[in-house]
């Protein structure tokens, strides 16, 4: 079944995350789409795409560029239920241990006739309408990149050029949920109360308390490297913003006498 390999990692008595299920695609729907950014082990970015009533997915660790020139690793992934999609929170421990949220949501287009052939050929093109990415895309396997040879799971996300493509870093300039507009510490400081007394009481014991403790200390880390970077960019601005031009001092006329 297309969700065993998603639920035998996971135990939901322990992780706020859907069990789910198969969902029928209701006839003339829309297909979603949507982003999660998940910091975990180390930050990533989801890509999740609605086919066939779940979630395709594929991990981005530097996350979407909006530049066609730059080619991202996308590790394909599990299928997710397409409830996930729109989930934010907190996942105490186990599998995925961290803090999820929303980075963007929307609808997709395939641009490939035959979805299914695309993804066994490996080169399945899309359009997105998100809040943050759009235009034309593409997910391209390839072999051996990252260090995963030969397995099919190394796929490179790429930016088609059009109108939704540029230079600008998105993930730097917009950095929050399009859920709840918060950051990891806006979501962790949300649920963490509820979180931390209900594994407190005993349904998660001393290992999900010192996983919690140390999601704590990631998300304080991340928080603080994210406001140097911003200070970063604001003085940069600043120091090459132009002056004004000196305003010179009109002479004083001297009165005849």
């Not at 975990?40 to 997915?57: F, N």
């Not at 997910?139 to 995963?148: P, Q």
């Not at 014991?205 to 200070?231: P, Y």
Request: glycine share 12%; hydrophobic share 35%.
């Amino acid at each position: 079944m297309a969700l065993d390999e998603y639920r035998a990692k996971r135990d939901f008595t322990r992780s706020p995350e859907p069990k789910g299920g198969r969902v029928a695609r209701r006839k003339g729907a829309s297909l979603f789409f949507c982003v999660q950014k998940h910091l975990a082990s180390s930050l990533h970015y989801d890509l999740r795409l609605e086919w066939d009533g779940v979630l395709l997915s594929w991990a981005v660790p530097k996350g979407p560029s909006l530049d066609p020139s730059v080619k991202r690793l996308a590790m394909h992934v599990e299928d997710h239920p397409v409830e996930y999609g729109e989930f934010e929170g907190v996942i105490p421990d186990g599998y995925g241990a961290g803090v999820v949220l929303l980075w963007d949501r929307g609808t997709w287009v395939p641009e490939s006739d035959d979805v299914p052939a695309a993804l066994k050929k490996g080169d399945l093109k899309f359009r997105l309408d998100g809040f943050k990415l759009k235009g034309s895309w593409a997910l391209v396997r390839t072999r051996g990149y990252g260090g995963s040879r030969g397995d099919g799971r190394s796929w490179l996300l790429i930016k088609h050029r059009d109108d939704w493509s540029g230079e600008i870093d998105i993930t730097e300039f917009a950095p929050d949920s399009v859920k709840s507009g918060g950051s990891f510490g806006d979501v962790l400081t949300e649920e963490l109360p509820d979180v931390w007394t209900s594994n407190r009481e005993g349904r998660g014991g001393g290992d999900t308390m010192a996983s919690l403790t140390e999601i704590v200390k990631k998300v304080e880390r991340f928080e603080r490297e994210r406001a140097k970077r911003e200070k970063g960019t604001a003085s940069g601005a600043r120091a090459t913003a132009p002056r004004p031009a000196a305003q010179k001092t009109p002479a004083k006329r001297s009165r005849k006498r």
